[in-house]
């Protein structure tokens, strides 16, 4: 298939961007987004141009590193679908894709369609782990957990920290993100001492780095690639305001 791709092209962080129109031919089906993507700069590079920026890594779906807003969605219009696990079997032959980052003030651009997520990082590390004693792990099943817990809990942890969710919200909130990151060690024991100061640590680091606040639109939860559910975010509330009080 043949495709016209609209291409958000930026130097730098302090650079104006802008959109860039790019011919693809010979489009695989079987092709991923980001195999179609190589095929362009493939060409640009034996042009003589500079290839287009872009996040990726594992282009299996799970370190969430590749992102990007195709026609305007997270991720593109495939739901429960990373940018890497997108294929091009889900467009037609004449299409016209924009390409864009994500769009987030805490997520600056570094260079076109590569954005800067370590505030996600320190998002983290004003929270995100446990305190345990060093020594032998301890022997399996000595720690009963509830299956309703340790269902919610692997289900929030399966957040792979790409950043849908803020790029798709309104207020540019990253509640989604960081709701997952205290649920999936709140709900269990190891992570009982610290669930109150994890919560109101975490909560208060997101508002340092600028992201919004949430108000319930849910446009986070429906480009998630791992489906996390909006109720995550009411139960970190709950741990925020037990802390704060």
Same mark, same amino acid.
């Given at each position: 298939?043949n495709?016209?791709?609209?291409?958000w092209?930026q130097?730098?962080?302090?650079?104006?961007g802008?959109?860039?129109?790019y011919?693809?031919e010979?489009?695989?089906p079987?092709?991923s987004f980001?195999?179609?993507?190589?095929?362009l700069n493939e060409?640009l590079?034996?042009?003589?141009?500079?290839p287009?920026a872009f996040?990726?890594?594992?282009?299996?779906?799970i370190?969430?590193?590749c992102?990007?807003?195709?026609n305007?969605?997270a991720?593109?219009?495939?739901?429960a679908?990373?940018t890497c696990?997108l294929h091009?079997?889900h467009f037609?032959?004449?299409?016209e894709v924009?390409?864009?980052p994500?769009? %987030?003030a805490p997520? @600056? #651009?570094v $260079?076109?369609?590569?954005?800067?997520?370590?505030?996600?990082d320190?998002i &983290?590390?004003?929270g995100?782990?446990?305190s345990v004693?060093?020594?032998?792990?301890?022997? %399996?099943h000595?720690? @009963? #957990?509830? $299956?309703?817990?340790?269902?919610?809990a692997f289900d929030a942890a399966?957040? &792979?920290?790409?950043g849908a969710?803020?790029?798709?919200c309104?207020n540019?909130s990253?509640?989604?993100f960081t709701?997952a990151?205290?649920?999936?060690?709140?709900?269990?024991?190891?992570?009982?001492p610290?669930?109150?100061?994890?919560?109101?640590?975490?909560v208060?680091?997101?508002?340092l780095?600028?992201f919004?606040g949430?108000?319930?639109?849910g446009?986070?939860t429906?480009?998630?690639?791992?489906g996390?559910?909006?109720d995550t975010?009411?139960?970190m509330n709950a741990?925020y305001l037990?802390?704060?009080k």
């Amino acid at each position: 298939m043949n495709l016209t791709l609209k291409v958000w092209r930026q130097n730098g962080p302090s650079d104006e961007g802008r959109m860039v129109t790019y011919k693809v031919e010979d489009v695989s089906p079987d092709m991923s987004f980001l195999e179609m993507l190589d095929v362009l700069n493939e060409r640009l590079i034996l042009e003589g141009d500079d290839p287009v920026a872009f996040d990726h890594d594992c282009r299996e779906g799970i370190c969430g590193m590749c992102g990007m807003v195709i026609n305007g969605v997270a991720h593109g219009e495939q739901r429960a679908t990373t940018t890497c696990q997108l294929h091009m079997r889900h467009f037609k032959d004449g299409d016209e894709v924009t390409i864009e980052p994500w769009r %987030a003030a805490p997520f @600056p #651009v570094v $260079k076109d369609l590569v954005v800067d997520r370590s505030s996600f990082d320190r998002i &983290i590390q004003a929270g995100g782990f446990i305190s345990v004693p060093a020594g032998s792990a301890p022997d %399996a099943h000595s720690v @009963p #957990v509830k $299956k309703e817990d340790a269902d919610a809990a692997f289900d929030a942890a399966t957040c &792979i920290g790409c950043g849908a969710c803020v790029a798709a919200c309104p207020n540019g909130s990253a509640s989604l993100f960081t709701a997952a990151k205290i649920t999936h060690l709140g709900l269990l024991p190891q992570g009982q001492p610290e669930r109150d100061s994890r919560a109101k640590a975490m909560v208060e680091q997101m508002d340092l780095e600028g992201f919004g606040g949430c108000t319930n639109t849910g446009e986070c939860t429906a480009v998630c690639p791992k489906g996390i559910p909006l109720d995550t975010i009411a139960r970190m509330n709950a741990d925020y305001l037990k802390a704060s009080k």
